[in-house]
């Protein structure tokens, strides 16, 4: 089976696969060790961190490189190291212990400001020759909040696999209280927080909390 693996040598690795890989030999194969997919296997939603500091710059630096509807990146990520601020934030997020033990929490907002961002990318990236179809599209949102709300999970996908890869210990939250943590941050009215990230050094885990899958067949239909 192929492996991938984040490094250097994956564009030349990658150039010698075969063009077509039958679904098949992709399905239901154990992980090699040392891989991009093994180490998606070892991540779990930590309940607790270790003491130790971590380096969650490139776990930042992964988040912005996700790929978002129209390459707007309609969304902040407020990452906050501050031992005092995260235990402010703690009551706001059921009390839950990875807020003040972790090391970094990522706040990932959605920006309500769509427009306003729509127009900041045009001038931005000078694609002036998207500005009718991209208006046309804004324009024709149903749901801004929510729109943004998915560019910010691809964006927290990217940094949990990144967080993986680099064998820090991560726990996505959605339990906390979004006007509540706006408001201890002092964000903007146009920043909606959505969900969190808490990062840290990995500590021994209780196991209480199963780590679970489907099986493959369960969840993936291959046609
Ligand atoms: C969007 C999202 C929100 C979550 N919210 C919380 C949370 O508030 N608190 C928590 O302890 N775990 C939370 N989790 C962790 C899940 O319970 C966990 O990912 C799931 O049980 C699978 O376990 P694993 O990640 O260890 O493989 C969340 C996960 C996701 C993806």
New binding site residues.
């Given amino acids: 089976m192929r492996s991938w693996r984040l490094s250097r040598t994956s564009t030349k690795s990658r150039s010698k696969a075969p063009a077509h890989i039958p679904f098949k030999e992709m399905s239901n194969a154990p992980a090699q060790p040392d891989t991009f997919l093994s180490n998606l296997e070892w ?5 607790h961190f270790g003491a130790g500091p971590v380096d969650v710059e490139p776990v930042i630096r992964a988040a912005t490189q996700a790929p978002s509807s129209f390459g707007l990146q309609p969304y902040r990520i407020v990452a906050v190291k501050d031992k005092a601020t995260r235990e402010r934030l703690q009551p706001a ?2 009390g ?1 212990s ?1 807020v003040t033990e972790c090391d970094t929490l990522l706040v990932f907002c959605a920006r309500t400001d769509v427009t306003g961002r729509s127009e900041e990318f045009l001038k931005a990236s000078g694609a002036e020759a998207v500005r009718g179809m991209l208006e046309g599209f804004v324009g024709n949102l149903q749901d801004q909040v929510a729109w943004a709300s998915r560019q910010a ?1 691809i964006a ?1 996908g990217f940094a949990l696999a990144a967080a993986a890869e680099l064998k820090i210990a991560s ?6 209280v979004p006007a509540a943590v706006a408001q201890e941050l002092a964000l903007d009215s146009t920043l909606h927080p959505v ?2 990230l808490a990062l840290g050094e990995p500590a021994e885990e209780d196991g209480t ?1 199963p ?3 489907f099986p493959e067949s369960d969840l993936v239909r291959r046609v």
């Avoid at 991540?43 to 309940?47: D, E």
């Fill in positions: 991540r779990r939603a930590v309940k997020c059921y839950q990875q999970y927290l726990c996505p939250m959605e339990g906390f969900v969190l909390w780590r679970f899958r």
